[in-house]
């Protein structure tokens, strides 16, 4: 079970997702839903640029106009959030923040249970249309498990554990089950390995931490294929959510996060459950 689920808002469609899912959640586990805004007074400064002698002023009126729009936008969100909120049921806290967007989510996710953000970024709206690193930035950082989603909410009936007996695999199947209670989901084991004996080894151990939570459809699969084209040609199309750990068992190799992990992040449209 969890109680505190975090909920970074940006004015994005992917945001707008992100917090059905949190209402969708927060009303099963009876958790509490946090909506976090971030004033990226950094990301302003730096959009600004080196200033000119003599230009100091007209930098200075620049900078507190777009700090002016950005507050607006900042109240919309908070004001949609508690709205979206009171009409799902949920108990809901805001927070208004200033600073690096990755670096305030990562500081405040560590009184959480859960962080549920979009798969595509807008924090730096002040700033740029485009979609920024702050989930990447996020999960190179953050112990808390986040669910990253994609533009479009869908019903989650089938799950994916992509597991490779590593660390941040068993973190990811540990913090899933506990979430999992509440639910009926269909599970797929995924490993991906040269041995058969070794896979069946650790898939039946995650069975059986999965039973001990109730969660009594498992399916078991072995692969010797790579676990990304084992995916992609197989498990993707009929998965509703992937749990993984954000490294694999070679983290070198991964650099920060797991190429798996980035290679399902860049196809943006399956749910991520990404453990530490």
């Given at each position: 079970m969890i109680r505190r689920i975090l909920t970074p808002l940006d004015p994005s469609p992917y945001s707008e997702t992100a917090l059905k899912y949190s209402c969708y959640i927060a009303r099963r586990?009876?958790?509490?839903?946090?909506?976090?805004?971030?004033?990226?007074?950094?990301?302003?400064?730096?959009?600004?640029?080196?200033?000119?002698?003599?230009?100091?002023?007209?930098?200075?009126?620049?900078?507190?106009s777009r700090v002016a729009e950005a507050q607006k936008r900042i109240e919309q969100l908070l004001q949609k959030f508690e709205e979206t909120c009171q009409k799902e049921g949920v108990t809901c806290h805001k927070a208004e923040d200033q600073g690096s967007p990755s670096e305030?989510?990562?500081?405040?996710?560590?009184?959480?249970?859960?962080?549920?953000?979009?798969?595509?970024?807008?924090?730096?709206?002040?700033?740029?249309?485009?979609?920024?690193?702050?989930?990447?930035?996020?999960?190179?950082?953050?112990?808390?498990?986040?669910?990253?989603?994609?533009?479009?909410?869908?019903?989650?009936?089938?799950?994916?554990?992509?597991?490779?007996?590593?660390?941040?695999?068993?973190?990811?199947l540990?913090?899933?089950?506990?979430?999992?209670?509440?639910?009926?989901?269909?599970?797929?084991?995924?490993?991906?390995?040269?041995?058969?004996?070794?896979?069946?080894?650790?898939l039946n151990k995650a069975e059986e931490y999965l039973k001990a939570y109730s969660q009594n459809n498992v399916q078991k699969e072995w692969?010797?294929?790579?676990?990304?084209?084992?995916?992609?040609?197989?498990?993707?199309?009929?998965?509703?959510?992937i749990v993984l750990g954000a490294h694999s068992r070679n983290a070198l190799a991964d650099f920060f996060v797991g190429s798996v992990t980035k290679y399902l992040i860049n196809e943006s449209n399956k749910v991520l459950f990404i453990g530490q």
């Open positions: 586990q009876h958790a509490e839903i946090t909506g976090m805004v971030i004033l990226d007074i950094p990301g302003i400064e730096k959009s600004i640029g080196a200033v000119a002698p003599g230009a100091l002023y007209w930098a200075e009126k620049l900078e507190k305030r989510i990562v500081w405040e996710s560590l009184f959480y249970d859960l962080v549920v953000m979009g798969l595509r970024t807008h924090f730096q709206f002040e700033t740029s249309d485009k979609p920024g690193k702050t989930l990447d930035k996020v999960l190179s950082q953050t112990i808390t498990p986040v669910l990253a989603v994609p533009e479009h909410y869908y019903e989650i009936r089938n799950v994916l554990i992509a597991f490779d007996g590593s660390l941040p695999a068993a973190r990811a540990q913090r899933f089950a506990h979430l999992a209670i509440p639910y009926d989901f269909n599970f797929t084991l995924l490993y991906a390995g040269d041995d058969k004996d070794t896979a069946m080894l650790y692969t010797n294929r790579s676990i990304i084209d084992a995916m992609r040609e197989e498990y993707l199309d009929k998965s509703d959510l």
